[in-house]
């Protein structure tokens, strides 16, 4: 079941904002390789970091690391570019929380509480760790993997039926 994550309140238990942290706060967004590695093993120790990773999908945060995903893998698990325009990348998305491959993620529509403009939304939901976000470009991306996965089968079964067929003629 996919709950928003409008409410900040995690914010306050996160390991990234205790005083003993605050001087790590460059390597969130750093450019090095080891810097980055630091910051995404510090989300690992998180007690927030399934909130994190959750609020920064719903919110598009397409630079820095959140919950122990950096700009990259949170890109694609939008299917976005570094624009933050729609686009379908080489690989899909996989669970951005415990990896968890595309065809094991389901997509819904649900009711967004107290929902306003909005009063519906595409989920994606874990069949594997149940975290889920809202997100029509992940939904759409999903989808999309999922047919092209369908057809690639039905394409198998045909040829397979081919091939028996002209076995069966030429015995
Ligand atoms: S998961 Fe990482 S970025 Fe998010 S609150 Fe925790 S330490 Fe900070
Ligand atoms: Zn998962």
Known sequence: MWNPADNLKWQKDA????????????????????EKYAAKNLCYSCPVRSECLQWSLENKQIWGVWGGKDEVEIRRTLSVSYKGE???????PNCPYCN????????????????????????????????????????NAIEAYKQMRSDRIARRERDKTKRRRTRKKAT
């Open 15 to 34: 390991e990234c904002a205790k005083p003993a942290n605050k001087k790590y706060v460059d390597w969130f967004f750093s450019k090095k390789p080891e």
């Open 86 to 92: 729609e686009a379908r990348r080489r690989r899909y």
């Open 100 to 139: 968890a491959r595309p065809f094991q993620l389901e997509t819904r529509i649900e009711n967004v509480p107290g929902g306003g403009r909005w009063k519906t939304a595409k989920v994606v939901v874990c069949s594997e760790c149940n975290f889920s976000w809202r997100s029509r470009t992940s939904v």
